[in-house]
């Protein structure tokens, strides 16, 4: 017998564009994410990050292009893909506070995949496991508008990891938690990926997250304009306080050596 096929990629991106009001927002995105594999997803503001994360989640489907998800297409029979493979953490500024649910709500949803509307057994004991990896076993019964930001975010992971999944979507996770959260945050995923998870996260840079990461892959204007190396930690950057709508291409990180990847976006007329 033929040596069996390779296990397929958890993801695969290829030739995405994506479209709205008839404005082009990614314009071609091509990426592979393999088994295990930690890529930062990174560029400026509005270079289409989180429109890219909501292609490969299935929420935004493109307006051409294919994306798989271990080998299968995501525009294919929704039997076929492997959802409960997959967490997604939004951007927190799509989950906002004022819904009214508690934390422990908020986690069980993320156990509701694809074409299985019933929950699954177990579910409210899945969801008490995953608060309790990041660390909020307590706030179960919390609605989660009286929680802080930091703690917002951590509901979110949580809910991201209730399916157990081996391949996590991360939009920008590290925003609004302290250094408390993100150091906790940061352990998670190491321990994650060390059990063989692969990790996609929007990040402005590489932060805590650094000495995790395998690969960058940055976005300018809808397009790939580096998939390589991840950038090296920028000075001054780390720390929870510092404000990220400064133009970087002023500062530091436009130096030689260092990957350029929060350059201010030109007019956006001349963006699409
Ligand atoms: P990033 O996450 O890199 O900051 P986004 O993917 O959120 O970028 O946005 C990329 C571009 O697409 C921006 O110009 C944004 O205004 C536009 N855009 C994103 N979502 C929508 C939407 N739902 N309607 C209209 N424009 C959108
Ligand atoms: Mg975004």
Redesign the pocket.
């Known amino acids: 017998m033929a040596d069996p096929a390779p296990a397929p990629s958890p993801l695969e991106v290829d030739d995405v564009r994506v479209s709205?009001?008839g404005?082009p927002?990614l314009r071609g995105v091509s990426l592979t994410v393999r088994p295990g594999e930690r890529v930062a997803l990174m560029?400026?503001?509005?270079?289409?990050?989180?429109?890219?994360?909501?292609a490969v989640v299935g929420v935004?489907p493109p307006t051409s292009g294919i994306v798989r998800l271990h080998g299968a297409d995501l525009a294919g029979p929704r039997r076929l893909v492997p959802w409960r493979r997959l967490g997604y953490m939004p951007?927190r500024s799509s989950a906002a506070a004022g819904v009214p649910a508690t934390a422990l709500e908020v986690v069980a949803a993320g156990d509701l995949a694809g074409w299985r509307w019933r929950p699954r057994r177990g579910v409210a004991d899945r969801a008490r496991t995953a608060l309790d990896r990041v660390g909020l076993a307590d706030r179960a019964a919390d609605p989660v508008h009286i929680l802080s930001g930091g703690q917002q975010q951590r509901i979110l992971l949580a809910r991201a990891l209730v399916r157990d999944p081996d391949l996590l979507v991360l939009?920008e996770p590290l925003s609004a938690m302290d250094t408390a959260s993100q150091r906790a945050t940061t352990d998670l995923l190491a321990e994650f990926t060390a059990g063989g998870g692969a990790v996609v996260v929007?990040l402005h840079e590489p932060g805590p997250l650094g000495p995790l990461l395998d690969r960058a892959v940055v976005?300018r204007h809808?397009r790939v304009v580096h998939d390589g190396a991840p950038p090296a930690p920028a000075a001054g950057h780390d720390h929870p306080d510092h404000h990220h709508d400064h133009a970087h291409g002023d500062t530091d990180d436009a130096r030689p050596g260092v990957l350029d990847v929060g350059a201010p976006?030109p007019d956006?007329s001349g963006?699409?």
């Open positions: 709205i009001d404005q927002i560029g400026p503001n509005g270079s289409g990050k989180s429109t890219l994360v909501r935004r951007q939009d929007v976005l809808g976006l956006p963006v699409r």
